[in-house]
């Protein structure tokens, strides 16, 4: 069983590569404290507005130091498009506080530091870990990947941490970031609120799809068939 899923979460990511060939696009950044700033922002917000946003607030805040001694109600303005800009604005100044106050104005490069960065949770931080230090400490679960990976029967689970447990057990560590941005590049392309399954590179074997396997996992011929392409 442990096999057949793995064997089958291989064939959905091959399949993704080989739409996607281009990763992207996603926050831009060019340095950790920036890779972080932009994912806070990203919440509840798509990348192109955050780059559109980030573009302009790079230029002016270009270390902790800036994002610590902000003026809160400017901070809002300049990141109002954003949505929820208050608490966003409360985050950033919060976390170039504390980044000047513990770190010496240096985004940490260990989960649990991280973790404890006002406005950081697991997937923001999971994400920081792999893009901006290469370590893949957990697989980032935000909404299309929250989506997806039930759909595709790669989770049962329901909730961010059980779905990311599932996915930590059948992807090895170094696809962590990969399988990632490729459920969110086809979530967004294909995969969305109503599925264009008819569209789909998957649609044989993914279990949503009308013509797809409907137990992919449990399925000897089909498993078999993956083995053999190997
Ligand atoms: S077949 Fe349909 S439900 Fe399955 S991944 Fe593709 S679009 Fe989504």
Known sequence: ??????????????????????????????????????????AQCTDKTVNRVIKKLFKKYRNAFDYSNADISWLEKEIYSTGFYKSKAKYLKGIGNMLVKKYNGEVPNKLEYLLDLPGVANKTAHLIMAKAFGVMTGVAVDTHVARLAPRLGLTYGKNPNKIATDLEKIFPKNQYLEINEYLIMHGRAVCVRIPKCETCVLSDICPSSPNGKKEPLKNVDFVTKFVKLQ
Do not use: H
Not at 30 to 38: K, V
């Open 1 to 42: 069983m442990q096999k057949n899923q793995r064997l089958y979460a291989q064939e959905v990511l091959r399949r993704l590569k080989r739409e996607y060939p281009k990763r992207g696009p996603f926050v831009e950044w060019s340095n950790p404290l920036e890779l972080l700033i932009g994912t806070v922002l990203s």
